[in-house]
T-cell receptor, first 115, second 116 residues
Framework: DVKVTQSSRYLVKRTGEKVFLECVQDMDHENMFWYRQDPGLGLRLIYFSYDVKMKEKGDIPEGYSVSREKKERFSLILESASTNQTSMYLC??????????????FGDGTRLSIL | AQKITQTQPGMFVQEKEAVTLDCTYDTSDPSYGLFWYKQPSSGEMIFLIYQGSYDQQNATEGRYSLNFQKARKSANLVISASQLGDSAMYFCAMREGWGSNYQLIWGAGTKLIIKP
């Protein structure tokens, strides 16, 4: 089974702090994704990466950056956390195959609160 | 314009009844794929079922089936013989095209509650 592991289930940080959310997958997937999920808004893509050291902006990249130094690890960085970044953060991974049938596999999510 | 529409914000269903969760989509690309995910209250997103635009048959996975009506651009999820453990949020998502477009477009979700 695919395993996507997020470093924390719950995290509380203060405004202005630099926050790191880590995600590791064990299935040798090329693609990795970071989403945030807010009630009534569904999932919104922050960044994704289709290869090591490659990254693409999603729909809401402002206030975030990412790092992918190794294939299995994709980090989301909040450079200076703000209260409007309080949310559920979900990491996902998938094969890069050209077919559209490759599902994204998700971690358990991190509930981040910025005080 | 919304590309994925889930018109039912919430549904209550009696245990053991069948459930249909609606999903309509909008794309001009002839090649696309549709996914359904389940999210229990614990938060993890679980992949349920996939339907490709060129698939001739409706997808099935155990108690899950997809009622795919291409002309109407709908891809409804059917859960047979519902169980209490089916209570969760359900999301429909679409991937357009082939090749390097890896992103999924997500619907807002439907909250399903199964009553004992």
């Amino acid at each position: 089974d695919v395993k996507v592991t997020q470093s924390s289930r719950y995290l509380v940080k203060r405004t202005g702090e630099k926050v790191f959310l880590e995600c590791v997958q064990d299935m040798d997937h090329e693609n990795m994704f970071w989403y945030r999920q807010d009630p009534g808004l569904g999932l919104r893509l922050i960044y994704f990466s289709y290869d090591v050291k490659m990254k693409e902006k999603g729909d809401i990249p402002e206030g975030y950056s990412v790092s992918r130094e190794k294939k299995e690890r994709f980090s989301l960085i909040l450079e200076s956390a703000s209260t409007n970044q309080t949310s559920m953060y979900l990491c996902a991974s998938s094969f890069r195959g050209d077919d559209s049938n490759q599902p994204q596999h998700f971690g358990d999510g991190t509930r981040l609160s910025i005080l | 314009a919304q590309k994925i529409t889930q018109t039912q914000p919430g549904m209550f269903v009696q245990e053991k009844e069948a459930v249909t969760l609606d999903c309509t989509y909008d794309t001009s690309d002839p090649s696309y794929g549709l996914f359904w995910y389940k999210q229990p209250s614990s938060g993890e997103m679980i992949f349920l079922i996939y339907q490709g635009s060129y698939d001739q048959q409706n997808a099935t996975e155990g108690r899950y089936s997809l009622n795919f009506q291409k002309a109407r651009k709908s891809a409804n999820l059917v859960i047979s013989a519902s169980q209490l453990g089916d209570s969760a949020m359900y999301f429909c998502a679409m991937r357009e095209g082939w090749g390097s477009n890896y992103q999924l477009i997500w619907g807002a979700g439907t909250k399903l509650i199964i009553k004992p």
